[in-house]
């Protein structure tokens, strides 16, 4: 039972995204802005910091493939970027102290990260035009804003779930 | 030895790299969905459907509290239309009638027009919507198949992006891209044939595109998708006409359409399939 905690979180943040878009009342708001939810970068993010590397590393790469293939259809794009995010955050909190807000702030950093990078690449690809100020004021920030929220309501029970995950292993 | 296990790792990321740029690459072209891609969809599609009824079911009450406050406005407004429906109803029946009766007479039983409609839910939208796309519930195995429409009650809101076993992904008209046109018409008293060709996002309007200069569109006139290229059926309703302007070399019309479904808001919808297509395959199979 206990064995089974992580991925089950992993599997809820990861259809909780899905699930809060389209449910999400689709007003003006949702129409100009682009509210994002990147509830399971959040997730995976704590897990680099308070699991390890190598386990992060490993969902990253099944749920960025995952994400390619039923949400985007272009493979390859989040399972490269989740397992890179996925090793820079451990790598990361070998420098840095490992305390709740730090992760908060280094999960928002990633967000900010992977934004700029999906963008790059729908730029390449041209499947959009938006130009750069839009990109900033209707979906960097709301995004940002969003995940904020996110982070100020979950990230601490998050922590202490994955703490003591990793305390149970321990002691096996 | 420090220096080695860097340059491991320099190499592997560069290798993933190149990975990367190949399978972008290999999803850009215009393609099927290979079998471990539909297995994935549907596998993820049935978590999301067990996730799914319950928020949906706590949203849904929360939305029925706000529609009571309008329910005394909109049965006032409903009881006016219903006697106008009665004698609209009737109409219809008669005219069904001689159609019917009329296309015996020349023997041709099948049209453009008659569709098989497949009801499908929605489960799960792209939660990152650099592309509006939604998935359904309903895949190859009850009938869908790639570039099918699909339709709201109101009318025409996407079409079918790629079909997997047991679920499939819409594509909605607010994020047509190039590749994507839909063959439709103005109705009027000579019918106007043009291109669904992309949507004007601060208008929150389609355009209709490739109309002829010398053809006469009025505003409030209604555009249905006219069935001649692909496989969408006859007389499926898009919009209304707003606005009509000359394209920006001056040769054709462009017009604005604004839909009638609302694009952003969806729920069920309907996957439409033409009924000459299946006697056509009957026919094929019997052969």
Same mark, same amino acid.
């Given at each position: 039972?206990?064995?089974?905690?992580?991925?089950?979180?992993?599997?809820?943040?990861?259809?909780?995204?899905?699930?809060?878009?389209?449910?999400?009342?689709?007003?003006?708001?949702?129409?100009?802005?682009?509210?994002?939810?990147?509830?399971?970068?959040?997730?995976?993010?704590?897990?680099?910091?308070?699991?390890?590397?190598?386990?992060?590393?490993?969902?990253?790469?099944?749920?960025?493939?995952?994400?390619?293939?039923?949400?985007?259809?272009?493979?390859?794009?989040?399972?490269?970027?989740?397992?890179?995010?996925?090793?820079?955050?451990?790598?990361?909190?070998?420098?840095?102290?490992?305390?709740?807000?730090?992760?908060?702030?280094?999960?928002?950093?990633?967000?900010?990260?992977?934004?700029?990078?999906?963008?790059?690449?729908?730029?390449?690809?041209?499947?959009?035009?938006?130009?750069?100020?839009?990109?900033?004021?209707?979906?960097?920030?709301?995004?940002?804003?969003?995940?904020?929220?996110?982070?100020?309501?979950?990230?601490?029970?998050?922590?202490?779930?994955?703490?003591?995950?990793?305390?149970?292993?321990?002691?096996? | 030895?420090?220096?080695?296990?860097?340059?491991?790792?320099?190499?592997?990321?560069?290798?993933?790299?190149?990975?990367?740029?190949?399978?972008?690459?290999?999803?850009?072209?215009?393609?099927?969905?290979?079998?471990?891609?539909?297995?994935?969809?549907?596998?993820?599609?049935?978590?999301?459907?067990?996730?799914?009824?319950?928020?949906?079911?706590?949203?849904?009450?929360?939305?029925?509290?706000?529609?009571?406050?309008?329910?005394?406005?909109?049965?006032?407004?409903?009881?006016?239309?219903?006697?106008?429906?009665?004698?609209?109803?009737?109409?219809?029946?008669?005219?069904?009638?001689?159609?019917?009766?009329?296309?015996?007479?020349?023997?041709?039983?099948?049209?453009?027009?008659?569709?098989?409609?497949?009801?499908?839910?929605?489960?799960?939208?792209?939660?990152?919507?650099?592309?509006?796309?939604?998935?359904?519930? =309903?895949?190859?195995?009850? @009938?869908?198949?790639?570039?099918?429409?699909?339709?709201? #009650?109101? *009318?025409? %809101?996407? /079409? &079918?992006?790629?079909?997997?076993?047991?679920?499939?992904?819409?594509?909605?008209?607010?994020?047509?891209?190039?590749?994507?046109?839909?063959?439709?018409?103005?109705?009027?008293?000579?019918?106007?044939?043009?291109?669904?060709?992309?949507?004007?996002?601060?208008?929150?309007?389609?355009?209709?595109?490739?109309?002829?200069?010398?053809?006469?569109?009025?505003?409030?006139? =209604?555009?249905?998708?006219? @069935?001649?290229?692909?496989?969408?059926?006859?007389?499926? #309703?898009? *919009?209304? %006409?707003? /606005? &009509?302007?000359?394209?920006?070399?001056?040769?054709?019309?462009?017009?604005?359409?604004?839909?009638?479904?609302?694009?952003?808001?969806?729920?069920?919808?309907?996957?439409?399939?033409?009924?000459?297509?299946?006697?056509?395959?009957?026919?094929?199979?019997?052969?």
């Amino acid at each position: 039972m206990k064995k089974w905690m992580l991925p089950f979180l992993a599997i809820l943040c990861f259809v909780v995204e899905s699930i809060f878009v389209d449910l999400w009342p689709k007003n003006d708001l949702y129409i100009d802005y682009f509210f994002v939810p990147r509830f399971f970068l959040v997730f995976l993010v704590f897990t680099a910091v308070y699991i390890g590397k190598m386990r992060a590393m490993i969902y990253g790469f099944i749920f960025g493939l995952l994400y390619d293939c039923v949400y985007t259809e272009l493979l390859g794009v989040y399972a490269f970027a989740f397992t890179l995010i996925a090793y820079l955050a451990a790598k990361a909190m070998k420098v840095l102290y490992q305390h709740w807000f730090i992760a908060c702030l280094l999960a928002l950093f990633f967000i900010t990260v992977l934004e700029f990078y999906v963008y790059g690449i729908q730029l390449l690809i041209g499947r959009t035009d938006m130009p750069w100020q839009t990109f900033c004021s209707h979906r960097l920030w709301p995004t940002l804003l969003l995940n904020s929220a996110f982070l100020l309501v979950f990230s601490y029970p998050l922590k202490q779930r994955l703490v003591k995950i990793k305390r149970l292993e321990q002691e096996h | 030895m420090p220096q080695f296990f860097l340059n491991k790792r320099l190499i592997l990321l560069l290798v993933s790299m190149i990975v990367l740029v190949a399978l972008i690459g290999f999803s850009l072209k215009d393609r099927q969905l290979t079998w471990p891609e539909q297995f994935l969809k549907d596998t993820t599609g049935f978590v999301q459907l067990i996730f799914h009824k319950p928020a949906q079911l706590v949203a849904g009450f929360f939305e029925n509290i706000n529609d009571i406050k309008n329910t005394y406005k909109e049965n006032k407004l409903l009881k006016e239309r219903l006697e106008e429906y009665v004698t609209l109803e009737a109409q219809v029946q008669t005219l069904k009638k001689e159609n019917e009766n009329l296309r015996a007479l020349l023997h041709k039983t099948e049209s453009l027009r008659d569709f098989i409609p497949i009801q499908a839910t929605v489960i799960g939208r792209n939660p990152e919507r650099w592309r509006e796309t939604i998935i359904v519930n =309903k895949g190859e195995q009850h @009938g869908v198949k790639k570039d099918m429409a699909v339709i709201t #009650p109101e *009318g025409l %809101v996407g /079409k &079918v992006q790629h079909a997997s076993q047991f679920t499939s992904t819409v594509q909605l008209l607010s994020a047509l891209d190039q590749n994507s046109r839909i063959s439709a018409y103005v109705q009027g008293k000579e019918n106007v044939f043009g291109l669904i060709e992309g949507y004007d996002e601060k208008r929150r309007e389609l355009l209709l595109k490739e109309i002829p200069f010398d053809a006469k569109v009025k505003k409030k006139q =209604k555009v249905l998708t006219s @069935g001649l290229g692909g496989i969408f059926p006859k007389g499926l #309703p898009i *919009g209304e %006409v707003t /606005k &009509v302007e000359p394209d920006q070399y001056g040769l054709t019309k462009v017009v604005y359409v604004k839909p009638f479904a609302n694009l952003y808001d969806i729920d069920d919808v309907i996957i439409v399939k033409r009924k000459i297509d299946e006697t056509l395959q009957e026919k094929e199979e019997a052969e």
